[in-house]
């Protein structure tokens, strides 16, 4: 079983900046694929960024190409505790949405949501144009 516990949201002007953190922990987490998600109000889940677990390996949605980038922390010793970031440039308020953190049992980049395992309560991000 992986927790999940995303924090960072808030509201911030166009052209602004903000990072979102997910403490992850539980599991093994060494086989585990973190990834990102936002929904916006009225509109279906959809895929933003993910990483593999040592951070080789990234993805992103053309949409956030360029402005916001995913990575992760070192896995604790024990593979139990690990932390991913999203730093996000440039926002916009197409960008408003509740950010999603979630956990994927795999060695490779998805992108849809069915096929992750484990996901975090959300946290809102508003984009004030």
């Known amino acids: 079983q992986v927790q999940l516990v995303e924090s960072g949201g808030g509201l911030v002007q166009a052209g602004g900046s903000l990072r979102l953190s997910c403490a992850a922990s539980?599991?093994?987490?060494?086989?585990?694929?973190l990834g990102w998600f936002r929904q916006a109000s009225g509109k279906e889940r959809e895929f933003v960024a993910a990483i593999t677990y040592n951070g080789l390996n990234r993805g992103y949605a053309d949409s956030v190409k360029g402005r916001f980038t995913i990575f992760r922390d070192t896995l604790s010793r024990d593979n139990a505790r690990n932390t991913v970031y999203l730093q996000m440039n440039s926002l916009q308020p197409e960008d408003t949405a509740v950010y999603y953190c979630?956990?994927?049992?795999?060695?490779?980049?998805?992108?849809?949501?069915?096929?992750?395992?484990?996901w975090g309560q959300g946290t809102q991000v508003t984009v004030a144009s």
């Open positions: 539980g599991g093994t987490l060494s086989s585990y694929v």
């Open positions: 979630a956990a994927d049992r795999t060695v490779r980049i998805r992108d849809l949501p069915n096929e992750y395992d484990y």
